[in-house]
């Protein structure tokens, strides 16, 4: 099984990008989205971060924004956080690979895939991206976002510039869709074995 990180900063497309994989037959692991599964209702640890984040949950697991709030900018609660976070969906992602393990290729859609080290455990990586301009005119168009938030965030993302320095594959998304797919495609014919092999 040849195992393939996905990522790309805040606004880069990279859902979009997952969902073409996906389309194309490969199985896509969301890290965002399992941790979304953890810490929603009865998500296993809400019990965690209530305990070390008192008044960020509630009956609809933790409260996202309260949490934000409670972590932006102070890099010892975000370490907190992670410690957290990080090992629960390392178990999310041991439980996909083992489901999937008759797969010749599966994609890992990772955010912070070279922040956490994450690309040391996979064979390939993708980077997502788009234009500078245009990856902020995205994510400022976001219900509740503003330049600080988007400021913040960028400050712990490694620069575009550096993820792409270290991809294998680089896909665009300040294309029409029609290109970016045919680029999905081109990745997944260089990195799936010939029939023919």
Known sequence: MLKVGLTGSIGMGK????????????????ADAAVHRLQGPAGRVVAAIE????????????NRTALAEAVLGDMAA?????????????EERAAF????????LVVFDIPLLFETGGDRA???VVVVSAAAPVQRARVLARPGMTATKLDAILARQLPDADKRARADFVI???????????AVANVLACLL???DS
């Open 15 to 30: 859902s979009t990008v997952a969902a073409m994989f996906a389309d194309m037959g490969v199985p896509v692991f969301d």
């Open 51 to 62: 305990a070390d984040f008192p008044g960020t949950t509630g009956a609809r697991g933790v």
């Open 78 to 90: 975000i370490k907190r956080l992670e410690a957290i976070v990080h090992p629960a969906v390392g």
């Open 97 to 104: 690979v083992a489901a999937h393990t008759a797969a010749p």
């Open 122 to 124: 996979v064979d390939r």
């Open 172 to 182: 665009p998304t300040d294309v029409s869709l029609a290109e970016t797919r045919t």
């Open 193 to 195: 074995p010939r029939e």
